[in-house]
T-cell receptor
């Protein structure tokens, strides 16, 4: 099994550009999450989804958008990139988030210059 | 605001000793707690989770939960250099299916 696949691994954006971070999981998990992790910090939830067609904001949603058209895919869209969005982004999925492991993608290191 | 607090460290422990990592949380509604290990530049990976008061053991790892005092701990016995990593504590919020994460404790095992 591939688990959670996240692309790209690295990206440099100029201020004002847009991009989409891709996330795909093959474990048929309903719950999917996007986090950002700043240096020396824990994970901050950007958006999450409890199933296809259902998404909701997390702690730090401003400047981001998501969609969940299928169980497998949960892309994260950055509109009008700003230096404050420089971070490492992780996608994760879970079967039962309160009692089972969250599987993480490899992460995307994004720099906005 | 619901929070999970950890000492950022670094915590330095000699090889073979017991490493003790602690975490406190503010929301009494938190149902379960997770410990993840994160090597530098890598994604987090689950060590173990606990939802009942008391101890839970898995190999060299023991998680402890005290809901009355609102703290969770992770003990690592016979610490190895390969245990050097950042350990993230997370509490699960049943109300919105979210994990609330601490900032992590950096653990260094000295040979």
């Amino acid at each position: 099994n591939a688990g959670v696949t996240q692309t790209p691994k690295f990206r440099i954006l100029k201020i004002g550009q847009s991009m989409t971070l891709q996330c795909t999981q093959d474990m048929n998990h309903n719950y999917m999450y996007w986090y950002r992790q700043d240096p020396g910090m824990g994970l901050k939830l950007i958006y999450y989804s409890v199933g296809a067609g259902i998404t909701d904001k997390g702690e730090v949603p401003n400047g981001y958008n998501v969609s969940r058209s299928t169980t497998e895919d949960f892309p994260l869209r950055l509109e009008l990139a700003a230096p404050s969005q420089t971070s490492v982004y992780f996608c994760a999925s879970s079967y039962l988030p309160g009692s089972t492991e969250a599987f993480f993608g490899q992460g995307t290191r994004l720099t906005v210059v | 605001q619901k929070e999970v607090e950890q000492n950022s460290g670094p915590l330095s422990v000699p090889e073979g000793a017991i490493a003790s990592l602690n975490c406190t949380y503010s929301d009494r509604g938190s149902q379960s707690f997770f410990w993840y290990r994160q090597y530098s530049g890598k994604s987090p990976e689950l060590i173990m989770f606990i939802y009942s008061n008391g101890d839970k053991e898995d190999g060299r790892f023991t998680a402890q939960l005290n809901k009355a005092s609102q703290y969770v701990s992770l003990l690592i016995r016979d610490s190895q250099p390969s245990d050097s990593a950042t350990y993230l504590c997370a509490g699960f919020m049943d109300s919105n299916y979210q994990l609330i994460w601490g900032a992590g404790t950096k653990l260094i095992i000295k040979p």
